[in-house]
């Protein structure tokens, strides 16, 4: 019966040697952003592609005009719609006013002068919530610039 027997040899402590560089890398990155590649790549589509940049810029300058008529719907849209909103507001307003009228001709005080204020009240409340909102707004921008002119 053979059996391995291991010598036990005492460890001896080797002084530390760092690693010697064996070769020299040089890592080079850079970014760039925008809608459009870097003017390299631009370059490289050209040798492969022909007119290959001139179809990407083609194609963001679409892009671009699309994008604008788009918001310009999305604003126009928008403004038509308060601009209803305001209408359909002043008409109904007028209508609860005319029917207070109404009925304080009808001899209906209370519920005639209660359709009239509750009309009114509204309309007045959302002019001084807005008008605060602006004042609110224009003290914000006037601190904002001034502390960009302190700067």
């Known amino acids: ?29 850079s970014a760039f952003s925008g809608p459009l590649p870097h003017p390299d790549l631009l370059a490289k589509f050209n040798e492969i592609i022909p007119d290959g940049a001139e179809r990407i810029m083609a194609m963001a300058e679409r892009q671009s005009a699309h994008r604008e008529k788009q918001e310009n719907r999305v ?23 005319l029917g207070g009228l109404f009925l304080l001709y009808q001899g209906k005080n209370i519920a005639g002068l209660g359709a009239i204020i509750s009309s009114i009240a509204p309309l007045a409340a959302v002019f001084f919530v807005a008008r605060r909102a602006q004042e609110n707004e224009r003290a914000d921008k006037a601190a904002a610039l001034q502390a960009r002119r302190s700067r």
């Open 1 to 29: 019966m053979g059996g391995r027997r291991w010598k036990k040899t005492p460890l001896i402590p080797q002084p530390y040697m760092p690693p010697q560089p064996t070769e020299l890398v040089k890592l080079e990155a």
């Open 75 to 97: 604003i126009d849209g928008n403004v038509r719609s308060q601009t209803r909103g305001s209408y359909f507001g002043f008409i109904l307003s007028l209508v609860a006013i």
